[in-house]
T-cell receptor, first 114, second 113 residues
Framework: KAGVTQTPRYLIKTRGQQVTLSCSPI?????VSWYQQTPGQGLQFLFE???????NKGNFPGRFSGRQFSNSRSEMNVSTLELGDSALYLC?????????????FGPGTRLTVL | QKEVEQNSGPLSVPEGAIASLNCTYS??????FFWYRQYSGKSPELIMS??SNGDKEDGRFTAQLNKASQYVSLLIRDSQPSDSATYLC?????????????WGAGTKLIIKP
């Protein structure tokens, strides 16, 4: 079974731009969670989607948004990029909602904001 | 106080010895606890989950949970150089639709041959 895939793997943007990241979960997984990972803050929960509905949201500004499609693929959008948005963005898929079971992580998208 | 705290390390352990990793959490009602391993440049992968007080063993790994003291630990027996990685502790917060995982910053483990 193919793992979680994320595209693109690397991105370089400038302040004020917007960016869209994509995540394809493991086949059969309906839950997709997004995380931001930085050396100083560690892994921080952004949001979770289950069956096309945002189920939960972390403590991030409204510039961070997402959506999930009927095939469970998910996209994350960050508008008006700031230097502090430079991070590794990870998505994780699971069968059950709410991270109640094992989360399988994708390789991540490394975003650099200049 | 952070919701989930781990010693950032690095923790250096000789090959063949027992590595002990600790994690404390602040939410008394947390019910689910996870240990993930993250190699440098890679994404996290689940090692163990534990939900009840006591020990849970899986091969060389043992997770220990003490809800009264609000800590969870991971023991790695017969440590191997391939165990060198950052170990992340994750604890659930909230329930139902508010359920989410809160992550510690991770402990970097170095196994010296």
């Amino acid at each position: 079974k193919a793992g979680v895939t994320q595209t693109p793997r690397y991105l370089i943007k400038t302040r004020g731009q917007q960016v869209t990241l994509s995540c394809s979960p493991i086949s059969g997984h309906r839950s997709v969670s997004w995380y931001q990972q930085t050396p100083g803050q560690g892994l921080q929960f952004l949001f979770e989607y289950f069956s096309e509905t945002q189920r939960n949201k972390g403590n991030f500004p409204g510039r961070f948004s997402g959506r999930q499609f009927s095939n469970s693929r998910s996209e994350m959008n960050v508008s008006t990029l700031e230097l502090g948005d430079s991070a590794l963005y990870l998505c994780a898929s699971s069968i059950l909602a709410g991270a109640a079971d094992t989360q399988y992580f994708g390789p991540g998208t490394r975003l650099t904001v200049l | 106080q952070k919701e989930v705290e781990q010693n950032s390390g690095p923790l250096s352990v000789p090959e063949g010895a027992i590595a002990s990793l600790n994690c404390t959490y602040s939410d008394r009602v947390s019910q689910s606890f996870f240990w993930y391993r993250q190699y440098s440049g890679k994404s996290p992968e689940l090692i163990m989950s534990i939900y009840s007080n006591g020990d849970k063993e899986d091969g060389r790994f043992t997770a220990q949970l003490n809800k009264a003291s609000q800590y969870v630990s991971l023991l790695i027996r017969d440590s191997q150089p391939s165990d060198s990685a950052t170990y992340l502790c994750a604890v659930n917060k909230g329930g139902g639709s508010n359920y989410q995982l809160i992550w510690g910053a991770g402990t970097k483990l170095i196994i010296k041959p």
